[in-house]
């Protein structure tokens, strides 16, 4: 099986094109620089130095979210509308479990992003080999919310960030159980990574219906929610005139 | 049929994901658009992020649509245009991400579309444009004149200073109690009613073909929000149909001054204020009274709003000059035409 997987979902942009679990090419930029340019020639390069043609990927795999919500709708709009194109699978990883990988040693594992005003993205994952079992679902969460949770697990803890000094103090403070970090180019996604959870994914996406998960409501969702308490529509805000 | 051209052309600048199959620029072969208004509705106006995440659920659903409707193989196209811009950026980069991925895997040249040149050629679905040719552009987010001294040549020789025409609409809406957008009622209200209060018509006679609609929101707001501090009721009817004669009678006078200084052969009206028939009867009556030689084409009525089929038109004629872009394209949010507000003097 031939697979194209790519993360856009942060700064650093990973683009790798595998053949089952073997890397053909693989690409990673770190450059703060827009991702609408950069992802489709970056795929491009990465297929031809593979040897290959867009049109023989059998797979496509995408870091789904959360992460910047630009960056995973360049991402996962590229990735549905390839995999429609050419007739590939799709299917959508965590970005945070991705990051899990970067672990080379089995125990728990938090990776996460700022989120600003003291909130992050994250996950709590326990490690095994390659194989991660989920402790704490991805969510929108305060970190102090993070650190509790890593308490009551109760076990030592790697985080794996680019965001580390934002928060050292924090963990310092609160965390009581040993920490560990992987930062830096160790906090980076790796693509080819991506690529082998995605092959060993069942669970395909609908190429019309998949879209980033955010995590996180619009602030103008939430504010009117609120307002409307009990005013539920069933199914889409958005009709089809034409 | 050997030279026939299709375009697959995407348009996701604003609130409506738009997909369409267009041939030779000027025929229809689908037109998928999907409206989020009712999401909207509920902000009182389009909020950015929810329209960007909207897009990326109808995109791939969208172009599935248009081809399979248009009974087209993506092996027929011959180009896949899109809206890089003017527009919401996380909206725009939904359309231009996926126009470069199906562009890309179908090996397709990839036209770039300025979203006004679309507007100004839904024209083309009544009749080729003539040039010289001006064009009235009234929107949500724009009110300019463009001058097309050619083809696939834009010049802007006046806009709005402040409030786009379909935005000061959309104000005085939400202070008349409707809902967003508002354009349509208060259109339909001001057909009921007279101008009663002769509200400014600022840079009327100003010597230039710039426009200016915040004085009038103004103006407008404070009648009624005076009157609800002294408790007197205001004829509805009569204020919409005040404010929309003010918005109007600006608008065609300049229009009207500028066709009169240039030397065009065709005046087109488009753009989402362009299906309102206050302003459609009135440049009407204006042409057939002063203007009698002037070609007039309205938009068709239901290429007024966003649409991909507009984009179509406008991608086949950057196709024919030659214009391209490759797989680093990117949303332009502020893209503009050239701005030459001395072209008629
Ligand atoms: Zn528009």
């Known amino acids: ?242 | 049929m050997g030279t026939s051209k299709l375009i697959l052309a995407i348009e996701s600048s604003c609130d409506e994901t738009s997909v369409a199959v267009v041939k030779n620029g000027n025929e229809i072969l689908s037109n998928f658009i999907a409206t989020q208004i009712d999401s909207h509705q509920r902000f009182g106006g389009v909020v950015p992020e929810v329209a960007s995440r909207h897009h990326i659920e109808q995109i791939t659903l969208g172009i599935d649509q248009a081809l399979k409707k248009a009974a087209v193989e993506p092996d027929d196209l011959d180009a896949v245009a899109v809206t890089y811009g003017p527009g919401l950026v996380g909206a725009l980069l939904v359309g231009v991400s996926a126009a470069k991925s199906f562009a890309y895997a179908h090996n397709l040249p990839l036209i770039p579309v300025n979203h006004m040149a679309g507007h100004i050629y839904a024209a083309r679905f009544v009749k080729p444009i003539v040039f010289p040719s001006l064009a009235l552009l009234v929107s949500g987010g724009h009110t300019e004149l463009v001058y097309m001294p050619a083809e696939n040549v834009f010049k802007i020789i006046g806009e709005t200073r402040d409030d786009a025409a379909g935005e000061a609409y959309d104000k005085i809406g939400r202070v008349l109690g409707m809902k967003y957008p508002a354009g349509k009622n208060i259109d339909e209200l001001a057909h009921q009613g007279h101008d009663t209060f002769n509200f400014p018509r600022a840079m009327e006679h100003d010597d230039n073909f710039d426009f200016s609609f915040s004085g009038l929101k103004s103006a407008f707001i404070n009648t009624v929000h005076h009157a609800d501090q002294i408790g007197e009721e205001l004829d509805r009817k009569d204020l919409a149909a005040s404010f929309q004669q003010s918005v109007v009678d600006v608008i065609v006078s300049k229009t009207k001054r500028a066709c009169e200084q240039l030397d065009i052969k065709q005046l087109i009206l488009a753009g989402g204020v362009a299906a309102n028939q206050g302003l459609r009867e009135t440049l009407d009556s204006m042409i057939k009274k002063d203007l009698p030689e002037l070609d007039f084409v309205k938009a068709p009525l239901k290429l007024c709003g966003d649409n991909g089929a507009m984009i179509g038109a406008a991608g086949y004629v950057a196709m024919q000059h030659g214009e391209s872009a490759d797989l680093t394209l990117n949303a332009d949010p502020s893209l503009e035409f050239d701005w030459e507000p001395d072209a008629v003097r």
């Open chain 1, 1 to 242: 099986m031939k697979i194209l997987a790519f993360d856009t979902s942060n700064v650093a942009l990973s683009v790798a094109v595998l053949d089952n679990e073997h890397l053909l090419a693989t690409q990673t930029t770190n450059i703060k620089r827009n991702h609408s340019s950069q992802l489709m020639p970056i795929i491009d390069q990465t297929i031809k130095t593979s040897g290959l043609d867009i049109n023989d990927i059998d797979r496509i795999v995408v870091a789904e979210g959360p992460g910047s919500y630009t960056g995973l709708r360049i991402a996962v709009t590229t990735a549905k509308t390839l995999a429609y194109a050419v007739n590939a699978e799709l299917i959508g990883v965590s970005s945070l479990a991705l990051l899990a990988q970067n672990d080379t040693q089995d125990g728990i594992v938090a990776p996460f992003f700022n989120a600003r005003q003291g909130n992050v993205f994250a996950g709590i994952y326990e490690k095994k080999g390659s194989k991660l079992t989920t402790l704490v679902e991805d969510q929108h969460i305060s970190f102090e919310d993070l650190l509790n949770h890593i308490n009551q697990i109760g076990k030592p803890v790697n985080f794996i960030t680019t965001d580390f000094e934002d928060f050292r103090e924090s963990i310092e403070n609160t965390l009581v159980v040993p920490s560990s970090h992987l930062d830096g180019w160790n906090a980076l996604p790796n693509a080819y990574f991506l690529g082998l959870m995605g092959l060993k994914k069942n669970e395909l996406e609908n190429v019309y219906t998949a879209v980033p998960q955010y995590l996180r409501v619009t602030e103008a969702e939430r504010n009117w929610k609120d307002q409307h308490p009990n005013d539920v529509r069933s199914g889409s805000y958005v009709r089809q005139i034409d």
